[in-house]
């Protein structure tokens, strides 16, 4: 239980961290945010007068340090400032949009593993077999080739030539499919090459040769006794593939106009909406960390020698 | 020179160092496994091309021929041309040298980044090494691409600022594998050794631990390539790279993504090219990894 504690206490100093990053990245930004910001409501740059009020008026006046505070302040209670492109609150803005990224991540974290772990199990107990060259060779293909434009492939092969799937938008499951495979087909190869290398590990242990010896047929062996316990290893992996492809569906949601977060952010990036990409990034490493923690709290119930300290770490292993 | 030759009777029994040592016999072994062969071999040939580039490429990478649009291949543009009627295969080869160099220039400098911030943290300990972590870890807990993102998009396009921007985010992975290597090999005798006979901090550092940490940082740095270059086609092809004309791999998709009804094959040729170059060094990274700890095999 101490661990649980600790582990969420450390969530505070990591969760700061990153807002000062965000913070500190937005100050990176080029020009005067104050007369961009004025260039932007009234089409022309500002008078000198004008240029002093704007910087008043969003609080440029005040030492950085400062600002930081009461911009943390304000993040704290979950307001993270107006966005400069559709003057809405950006923490509107990014909780309305959070749910499609949520959907597309969840449906290329399912593809993934339900492609990636039956193919990696099968090519770990056929080893060396076509099956499993064929799996390590496109596992390892696929991780090559990024992700973008592996969606355009497909956008050209099922849209444009044969005409089965939508390219673009939301609606159903047919919108859906592009999206999630382009997304997940690299983390399913992934967790294929995870999924055989912890299975072909415990294959080896001595109680599989038992399992064997008793005369188990070998898809018990394999499905039962293997499985079961190479699956820690992959359900971390899981765990870690979700939250990534949560953060990284960026440019897939571009391409594929899918309204998240992730191409609210490239948005932003490209209108310059500080407030925004400041935001998108306090955002998605919240909802990261937690997913790592979930992840962590997971593993832990899974493998109690990890949780109850190393007394009985001993006595399980 | 005391402390050398202890070195060298710990590297001999060391396998690792010894194939490391030994270049010929890590050639060998390279050669014998045959995935790295083949990244290697890809690995060659595109970084012949990229440096080539110029000499190889049979048209001028931007000479736009408007009544020549969209052509199929032919025998006078093999990869047939663009919507400016400008040559692919030339854009390609010439594509190679910002893709791929700019790839590996990000990969050495966060190597060299990453290398000295892990030395420092594992061989310094205490105070020093906590706040570098703490850093580490927060750089961690953010997903890379994303910050490099966000970071390249504050600063504005540019083929440099996506190169800093990556560079600032991608060197943590070095830092915590070399300063996990480096306490791993700190309490190891012929380093105590080395610490009694009194050779300063900086020596100790280059010659006695470097040597013996390097092959999975060898590892990594060859896999890390592959992501880079990812990475950038990514980050370009969202029009945070090079401005037009000019040819780079990401920046050649986001112009094709326009035309995929009319002539999808300006999409498939870049992406060709950066998979396969990834593949390269993946296969590479991964045929290293066997060769140079085969319990990982």
């Known amino acids: 239980m101490t661990y649980v504690v600790r582990r969420v206490a450390y969530l505070i100093p990591t969760w700061l961290a990153i807002t000062l990053l965000a913070f500190l990245i937005a100050q990176l930004a080029p020009g005067d945010p104050a007369s961009s910001y004025f260039e932007r409501l009234n089409g022309r740059p500002p008078g000198r007068i004008e240029l002093a009020r704007t910087r008043h008026l969003l609080g440029l006046d005040q030492p950085v340090a400062e600002r930081y505070l009461r911009w943390l302040g304000q993040a704290v209670q979950g307001n993270l400032g107006t966005s400069y492109s559709s003057g809405l609150p950006v923490t509107h803005e990014l909780l309305s949009r959070f749910p499609a990224t949520l959907e597309l991540a969840t449906a290329a974290t399912l593809l993934a593993v339900l492609l990636g772990v039956p193919l990696g199990v099968i090519a770990a107990s056929r080893r060396s077999s076509l099956l499993d060259h064929v799996t390590r060779g496109g596992s390892l293909i696929v991780g090559s080739a990024p992700g973008f434009w592996v969606a355009y492939i497909l956008i050209i092969v099922f849209s444009v030539k044969l005409r089965l799937l939508p390219s673009f938008g939301t609606g159903g499951l047919s919108h859906l499919i592009l999206p999630a495979v382009a997304l997940g087909l690299a983390e399913a190869g992934l967790l294929a090459r995870l999924g055989r290398s912890s299975m072909l590990e415990v294959l080896r242990e001595e109680y599989i040769t038992t399992a064997r010896a008793k005369g188990l047929p070998e898809w018990r062996v394999t499905w039962q006794h293997g499985l079961r316990n190479s699956l820690n290893a992959v359900v971390t992996q899981v765990g870690l593939v979700f939250g990534f492809l949560l953060a990284y569906s960026a440019i897939i949601e571009v391409i594929f106009v899918w309204p998240g977060i992730g191409a609210l952010a490239v948005n932003a990036i490209n209108q310059r909406d500080y407030p925004m990409i400041e935001g998108f990034v306090v955002f998605t490493g919240t909802v990261f960390i937690l997913v790592n923690l979930a992840v962590d709290l997971i593993y832990m119930a899974l493998d109690p020698r990890i949780s109850l300290g190393s007394q009985t770490a001993t006595a399980a292993g | ?297």
């Open chain 2, 1 to 297: 020179m005391a402390a050398k030759s202890a070195l060298t009777a710990e590297a001999e029994r060391l396998p690792l160092a010894r194939a490391l040592a030994g270049r010929r016999a890590l050639g060998r072994l390279l050669i014998a496994d045959r995935t790295a062969l083949a990244g290697l071999l890809i690995v060659a040939i595109v970084l012949a091309v990229a440096v080539a580039a110029p000499l190889l490429a049979p048209h001028d990478p931007n000479a736009q021929d408007v009544l020549n649009q969209f052509k199929p291949p032919s025998a006078q543009h093999l990869l047939g041309t663009d919507q400016f009627g400008r040559d692919e295969l030339s854009r390609i080869i010439i594509g190679a040298r910002i893709s791929v160099l700019t790839s590996l220039a990000v990969g050495a400098a966060i190597l060299v980044i990453g290398v000295v911030v892990g030395t420092v943290s594992g061989l310094a300990g205490g105070l020093l090494d906590g706040a570098i972590m703490r850093v580490v870890d927060v750089l961690l807990a953010f997903p890379s691409v994303l910050l490099a993102l966000a970071v390249a998009g504050t600063l504005g396009p540019g083929l440099g600022h996506l190169a800093v921007a990556m560079t600032l985010v991608w060197w943590v992975d070095y830092a915590r594998l070399v300063r996990g290597l480096v306490l791993g090999v700190k309490e190891q005798q012929y380093i105590e050794s080395a610490r009694a006979l009194g050779v300063s901090g900086r020596r100790l550092a280059l010659r006695h631990v470097l040597p013996n940490v390097a092959p999975p940082i060898i590892v990594l740095a060859t896999l890390q390539t592959a992501r880079l270059l990812l990475a950038l086609a990514a980050l370009s092809f969202l029009g945070l790279g090079v401005a037009p004309p000019t040819a780079e791999w990401g920046a050649m998709l986001n112009d094709g993504k326009n035309f995929l009804d009319t002539a999808p094959q300006l999409m498939l040729y870049p992406g060709l090219a950066i998979t396969i170059t990834a593949l390269g060094f993946n296969l590479l990274g991964e045929g290293l990894r066997d060769v140079l700890d085969p319990s990982l095999r």
